[in-house]
């Protein structure tokens, strides 16, 4: 086994992950891996780790898995399958520009969107797929197609709290604000619902605002990470929510604290579409197994 893996730092609006190859690098304990070289302080610092490998299968090109910051996996990231396929397109493991990447919850088409040159990725489009707009198990609710639900008591404040419950292929929790959320209220909100006994599996929880030009400002709050930059399925959900309760169009700006992304859903029986950017920041190697000796390449530093 190498003595040392390679990385590249990417992130989606602000959403920061390490990825890795490997078809090059085999990474034994991802969950452990996730939580060090995560680390801020002492690791790399991300909001998880992504392992991109080779489909073995007919209907997919590549793979994804996603660890949070925590160790925990994660089923779909939005913002990590388009650095995916940045990644690809660029590194010439590729030279399509329709690109199938098998999830833990279902293969996801990526559309690459190119400069002139034919070189570079300026954005890619995700088919999200539908979203999954009621869950028995999870909440206990009827067979309605979307949910509006109370929480009574509110474990957060005084009062209640009203969400619409969206699936993305893992689990959102959306609260429309008046008021863009601050950092305080966000965490001691987003904490305590994502741990709420109606969501048994944890959730994701988005604190969003409509604003006077249209656009959404919406801010995250990520099982396993905490606050991030970005979340490309909270946006999507944040976009179908919206649209399910008369505040959004079809077609929908979200600002994010790291940028944003253009969502359309255009209802029930059709998918969501994401489109954003995708950027490197870095690359690196680090010590197999340990967060000590982290050595960032800064020679290879990608704009």
């Given at each position: 086994?190498?003595?040392?893996?390679?990385?590249?730092?990417?992130?989606?609006?602000?959403?920061?992950?390490?990825?890795?190859?490997?078809?090059?690098?085999?990474?034994?304990?991802?969950?452990?891996?996730?939580?060090?070289?995560?680390?801020?302080?002492?690791?790399?610092?991300?909001?998880?780790?992504?392992?991109?490998?080779?489909?073995?299968?007919?209907?997919?090109?590549?793979?994804?898995?996603?660890?949070?910051?925590?160790?925990?996996?994660?089923?779909?990231?939005?913002?990590?399958?388009?650095?995916?396929?940045?990644?690809?397109?660029?590194?010439?493991?590729?030279?399509?520009?329709?690109?199938?990447?098998?999830?833990?919850?279902?293969?996801?088409?990526?559309?690459?969107h190119m400069d002139e040159s034919g070189h570079t990725v300026t954005s890619v489009t995700v088919?999200?797929?539908?979203p999954i707009l009621s869950n028995p198990q999870q909440l206990d609710c009827d067979d309605k197609?979307?949910?509006?639900?109370?929480?009574?008591?509110?474990?957060?404040?005084?009062?209640?709290?009203?969400?619409?419950?969206?699936?993305?292929?893992?689990?959102?929790?959306?609260?429309?604000?008046?008021?863009?959320?601050?950092?305080?209220?966000?965490?001691?909100?987003?904490?305590?619902?994502?741990?709420?006994?109606?969501?048994?599996?944890?959730?994701?929880?988005?604190?969003?605002?409509?604003?006077?030009?249209?656009?959404?400002?919406?801010?995250?709050?990520?099982?396993?990470?905490?606050?991030?930059?970005?979340?490309?399925?909270?946006?999507?959900?944040?976009?179908?929510?919206?649209?399910?309760?008369?505040?959004?169009?079809?077609?929908?700006?979200?600002?994010?604290?790291?940028?944003?992304?253009?969502?359309?859903?255009?209802?029930?029986?059709?998918?969501?579409?994401?489109?954003?950017?995708?950027?490197?920041?870095?690359?690196?190697?680090?010590?197999?197994?340990?967060?000590?000796?982290?050595?960032?390449?800064?020679?290879?530093?990608?704009?």
């Amino acid at each position: 086994m190498p003595q040392t893996v390679h990385f590249s730092k990417m992130h989606g609006a602000g959403n920061d992950y390490i990825y890795v190859d490997t078809t090059l690098y085999n990474i034994p304990c991802p969950e452990d891996a996730a939580r060090l070289w995560s680390d801020r302080h002492k690791g790399i610092g991300s909001d998880g780790l992504v392992l991109i490998g080779r489909a073995r299968m007919p209907e997919a090109d590549f793979t994804m898995r996603i660890f949070n910051a925590d160790g925990s996996e994660a089923m779909m990231c939005g913002n990590a399958s388009r650095c995916i396929g940045k990644y690809v397109y660029e590194r010439g493991l590729t030279q399509k520009t329709e690109v199938r990447l098998l999830t833990t919850s279902g293969i996801k088409t990526l559309h690459l969107h190119m400069d002139e040159s034919g070189h570079t990725v300026t954005s890619v489009t995700v088919d999200m797929g539908e979203p999954i707009l009621s869950n028995p198990q999870q909440l206990d609710c009827d067979d309605k197609q979307w949910i509006e639900r109370e929480l009574m008591p509110s474990p957060a404040q005084p009062g209640a709290i009203k969400g619409t419950f969206v699936s993305m292929g893992n689990p959102h929790f959306v609260v429309f604000c008046s008021e863009t959320a601050t950092d305080e209220e966000l965490t001691r909100i987003g904490s305590q619902l994502e741990h709420h006994p109606m969501f048994p599996e944890r959730c994701n929880i988005e604190l969003a605002t409509p604003q006077a030009d249209g656009s959404i400002r919406t801010r995250v709050w990520e099982r396993g990470s905490g606050i991030t930059q970005a979340c490309g399925t909270g946006a999507c959900a944040t976009a179908v929510a919206a649209h399910l309760t008369g505040r959004g169009s079809q077609q929908q700006t979200i600002v994010m604290d790291g940028g944003e992304l253009s969502i359309e859903w255009r209802g029930k029986g059709t998918s969501v579409l994401m489109t954003g950017g995708a950027e490197f920041v870095y690359e690196g190697e680090v010590p197999c197994g340990s967060s000590e000796e982290i050595h960032i390449n800064t020679s290879r530093q990608r704009h």
